[in-house]
């Protein structure tokens, strides 16, 4: 069951921005609220892998070498809403975003994320 929605994602000229979001489906209660969140990407033919994810309080982030210094995750507890802003973007960087949600510490593993979003494309121009 699909309990979180991504948005924000495009077709970008490498050296561009975008701006994900990710909310609650409203299928259920909150997820966000009470939850850490996660961004993943998966590449065509390639693993899932981490990006970036916050703690339920936003003050412990965990990024990825490859996208440290040029993604920044945050959320909005007053409307339940995890952003991933995206800047510097490479070709490198297309991939379907995903973001998820775990209960507990900030993990970059996606096993331990058990609710998930259905992706958003994000595609890098050269």
């Known amino acids: 069951q699909v309990q979180l929605v991504e948005s924000g994602g495009g077709l970008v000229q490498a050296g561009g921005s975008l701006k994900l979001s990710c909310a609650d489906s409203?299928?259920?209660?909150?997820?966000?609220?009470?939850?850490?969140v996660g961004w993943f990407r998966q590449a065509p033919g390639k693993d899932r892998e981490f990006v970036a994810a916050i703690s339920l309080n936003g003050a412990v982030t965990s990024y990825s070498p490859s996208v440290k210094g040029r993604f920044i995750i945050s959320r909005d507890s007053t409307v339940n809403m995890a952003y991933l802003e995206m800047n510097s973007l490479k070709p490198e960087d297309t991939a379907v975003y995903y973001c998820a949600a775990r209960y507990g510490l900030v993990r970059n593993v996606s096993q331990m994320y058990d609710s998930w979003g259905q992706g958003t494309q994000v595609t890098v121009s050269s």
């Open positions: 409203g299928r259920s209660l909150s997820i966000i609220s009470t939850h850490v």
